[in-house]
């Protein structure tokens, strides 16, 4: 029984040092985002306005950002436009080179806005896991402490007229 009272006692501190840490980066996360003063454009599939803080709006704002990325460059992505650019180039159309240059610059940037606010869909989700797994640590941390040792229980009839039990 003692073991059961330590392991729920570990349980029980570990949880709560998860939830706290989940807690902590959730918040962390969620405040470098605000401080980056983003607003969801009006033209995003949802939370138009909003500002980037959370893991929904991050996303949209991803997902607009790809958006206007393949607009600008009439539906292109950044290897295509690395082949229409070579192309261009190897057909001596070192203007069409250059557009398509620019274009993939711009594609590139997007690329790597989008890989950072999903990093941070990312850290919110496992922000998420970690408290969840606190709480569920804590329970059962909870229950193994609750643990009672079992008791023997005589019934009256098996007690013989001497005073044992039989």
């Known amino acids: 029984m003692k073991a059961t009272k330590i392991v729920g006692i570990i349980s029980l501190i570990a949880g709560i040092i998860l939830i706290i840490a989940g807690a902590i980066t959730y918040a962390m996360v969620s405040q470098q985002l605000a401080d980056e003063n983003i607003t969801v454009p009006d033209d ?12 929904f709006s991050a996303y949209a ?39 398509y240059t620019e274009q993939r610059s ?16 990312l850290a919110f989700g496992v922000s998420a896991l970690v408290i969840g797994l606190g709480v569920m640590f804590a329970l059962i941390g909870w229950a193994l402490m609750s643990i009672k040792p ?3 229980r005589v019934v009256r009839d098996d007690i013989r007229s001497d005073g044992r039990v039989s």
């Open 150 to 152: 079992a008791v023997a």
């Open 61 to 99: 704002q991803a997902d607009i950002i790809n958006v206007h990325a393949l607009e600008g460059s009439g539906g292109n992505t950044y290897a295509e436009l690395g082949a229409m650019a070579r192309e261009a180039e190897a057909a001596g159309d070192t203007e069409l080179a250059e557009q």
């Open 44 to 55: 995003a599939a949802f939370l138009q306005g909003d500002t980037v803080n959370g893991p």
């Open 106 to 121: 711009t594609v590139m940037t997007a690329s790597f806005l989008r890989a950072s606010l999903f990093t941070s869909v």
